[in-house]
């Protein structure tokens, strides 16, 4: 994601906080994790951030993709909060994303610390980027997996 791409999905991000409170239209308060709780009523609501966050705690870890489908947040967003390190991979997990550089696996971040250190050495830049390699890596190609169980669950609703 070049800078300006970042700008374009920090502004896309602001656009989709929560300010005023849906029940009652008091104000709201941020109060960790991408929630908010209304000063006046004590309802709660999410940004993207948020949103992704509950559905990684309810569903467990999932493909971008995926998580896109489920919560509506733009596909973008989601890589930046990866990358940025707001959000992490469990260990374990069937999807990682790629160090930018070498394509290994990562938890969060961008780059490998081996690619980090070859890339910038002494930059503040890319040490800030650097992710965490999973200690171990599943081979699994079923990408959809769970959003399968997504979907059937939703269907189930209608
Ligand atoms: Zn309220
Ligand atoms: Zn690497």
Redesign the pocket.
Known sequence: MSCKEEKIVQKMFMENVPICCEVCGGKLKHIGDGIYKCQNCEHKELDDFGKVKAFLRDNGMAAAYDIHLATGVAMQEIEFFLKEGRLEIPEGSKFYIK??????A?RYGR??????LQLKLGLMDAFESIGEKPKYTLNVKDKKGKMYTYEDENKKDQ
């Open positions: 160090c930018e550089k070498c394509g290994c990562l780059y490998c610390n081996d690619c980090a």
